[in-house]
């Protein structure tokens, strides 16, 4: 289940803060600094070579457009304003998002197709050091887009499953014409396929519903906010700052991508 999801995300998110400190560990030897990632600005003036430029040129611009996108996201989940009884604002803030999940799928499906064409590339290579880079670089490049196909999808999942419980939330008048038209008073609750319930879920009471006392759902479960204990803008807050953790992994895989793309053009 969607909401699920984000119940895990937030609670990862707030690991950080209640983990408890680790041991101190014994100085470890300073690892090498890897090269930034960044396009290729010579290479031999054959046709197959400027092919093979042109593809990882377009594919490192486009991972390096979605670090930007990412950053533009982290920053947008910190100043959403998705609790404030403003409908105007939630709408804006959840376009934002959802947009910005889009932009990031986009540039890593791009990204693929244009890794792909250079794995095609290195079967035609005849020069084992120039393929041995070629496909490392593919991977290395491949396991950054691949962080941020992750991260794109999960922003997806949060804004989705706020968005159904927009349109699944049971307002005052249908609370009210639900009462006094059919005489029902609860809500019923609707099991999770995937677990097992050893007590049955507790219907909601129309009557409380109408009272203002909690917010239900045509579902009849609860909403990620009240499995939580935190506001939906809480919870953008703590999706900001687990993404956040997802970049130094991100910023590993592209500087491991550098150099083999380098030597590839070296040996082309």
């Known amino acids: 289940m969607i909401a699920k999801g984000i119940v895990a995300l937030a609670l990862a998110a707030s690991t950080g803060v209640t983990a408890p400190s680790p041991s101190p560990a014994p100085a470890a030897p300073a690892s090498p600094v890897l090269p930034p990632l960044k396009v290729i600005v010579r290479v031999k003036a054959t046709t197959p070579c400027t092919r093979m430029a042109v593809h990882a040129n377009a594919a490192i611009l ?28 939630r709408r804006n803030g959840l376009n934002d998002l959802s947009n910005l999940a889009g932009r990031l799928l986009r540039n890593a499906r791009d990204a ?9 590339f290195a079967k035609t290579v005849k020069d084992p050091k120039e393929k041995a880079a070629l496909v490392a670089f593919v991977h290395a490049l491949g396991g950054a887009v691949g962080r941020q196909r992750k991260t794109a999808r999960d922003l997806d999942g949060f804004v989705a499953t706020l968005e159904a419980y927009d349109m699944m939330r049971v307002d005052d008048t249908q609370a009210s014409m639900q009462r006094y038209t059919t005489g029902y008073y609860s809500v ?25 006392r909690y917010p239900a759902y045509w579902n ?47 040996h082309c």
Do not use: C, M
Not at 63 to 89: E, G, M
């Open 188 to 212: 019923p609750t609707v099991p999770d396929p995937t677990e097992i319930h050893i007590t049955p879920a507790i219907d909601r009471d129309w009557t409380a519903i109408y009272s203002g």
């Open 62 to 89: 486009l991972a390096l457009r979605n670090d930007a996108t990412l950053q533009q996201t982290i920053a947008r989940l910190r100043t959403v304003r998705l609790s404030h009884n403003n409908s105007i604002d």
């Open 220 to 266: 009849g479960q609860e909403s990620p906010s009240e499995q939580t204990g935190l506001s939906d803008t809480q919870l953008a807050h703590l999706a900001a700052r687990d993404f956040q953790r997802r970049l130094p992994a991100i910023a590993g895989d592209e500087s491991t991508a550098a150099q083999p793309i380098l030597q590839a053009a070296e």
């Open 112 to 120: 693929d197709r244009e890794t792909g064409k250079i794995l095609n």
